[in-house]
């Protein structure tokens, strides 16, 4: 396994990062996941776009994105696979443990790994821990993950492979990993990007693909929707069949079909430069 790291291709049995790197000690990096089909990644320059932006948030140096998009061709070259889950880690980079990020410079990781083949459908829980719609961290996608990781392990004693959070006031945020769409009265919405959940890229064309709108909506619209649906780039779209024990319809209904069949043909389209 081939990985990129300080500015070149490494093996990754002995590629090394220090332990005073900002990004294990205090979480402060930022990161992408970019969905590679045959040695292809999807959506690249939207993700190359988010991790500035996060990074921006984060107070980090401007990464480098030609030497990122450069980083990404190398690894997927050098490991093929049908499917690769590509992984890029950018963080503050060294500096002594307690201080202010010093001139150290930044790491740089990218890696790939097999993902497997999501299913079609899936059950979601609601947990109760809110998502802060005004922290420093809203809508930034940065290591510290932490929260994701507890209530994704509380969806997971449930039976369940997502969790979804409301946000301070109460609305309909997204989940750990994904955001999430509903049926009402037959027509599509998601929460918009001010309910604090992260810009994701699938929902970003899955609103302009299936014409979702954007509305604020109470948590409790999860028991009336006639359909939910999640997106992210490993699952796209992907129906919600039971959410917090109550059973939707066993298959995608009408719109979120409709909406994973538009997706499936326009991303087949899709002419982002490698
Ligand atoms: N929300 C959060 C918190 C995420 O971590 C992710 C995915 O990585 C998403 C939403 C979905 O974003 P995307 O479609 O860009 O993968």
């Known amino acids: 396994m081939k990985i990129w790291l300080d500015g070149g291709l490494r093996d990754a049995d002995g590629a090394r990062v ?7 000690t205090v979480g402060d990096g930022v990161f992408e996941t970019v969905k590679a089909e045959r040695g292809r990644a999807f959506a690249l320059t939207r993700h190359l776009e988010r991790l500035a932006t996060s990074a921006r948030g984060m107070g980090l140096p401007e990464p480098d994105l030609d030497e990122v998009r450069r980083g990404c061709t190398a690894v997927l070259d050098a490991n093929p696979m049908a499917l690769g889950r590509l992984r890029i880690t950018y963080t503050g980079g060294l500096s002594p443990l307690g201080s202010d990020r010093g001139d150290n410079g930044t790491t740089l990781v990218i890696a790939v790994s097999e993902a497997p083949r999501r299913p079609d459908t899936t059950a979601a829980v609601t947990v109760p821990w809110t998502r802060n719609e005004r922290g420093a961290l809203a809508g930034l996608k940065t290591t510290s993950y932490g929260e994701n990781v507890v209530a994704l392990a509380r969806a997971s004693e449930l039976g369940a492979s997502e969790a979804l959070f409301a946000n301070t006031v109460g609305q309909l945020c997204e989940g750990t990993g994904s955001n999430v769409f509903v049926v009402l009265d037959g027509e599509l919405h998601t929460p918009p990007l001010h309910s604090g959940c992260l810009a994701g890229i699938t929902r970003a ?7 979702a709108k954007e509305t604020d909506l109470p948590l409790d619209v999860l028991e009336r929707a006639e359909e939910i649906f999640l997106t992210s780039t490993l699952r796209d779209v992907q129906a919600v069949t039971r959410i917090d024990g109550r059973q939707l319809a066993e298959r995608p209904g009408p719109v979120t079909a409709e909406a994973m069949r538009i997706f499936d043909e326009q991303a087949a389209a899709d002419t982002d430069p490698r």
Not at 18 to 24: Q, T
């Open 18 to 24: 220090s332990v005073f790197d900002h990004g294990l």
């Open 205 to 211: 064309l899955t609103v302009t693909w299936a014409g």
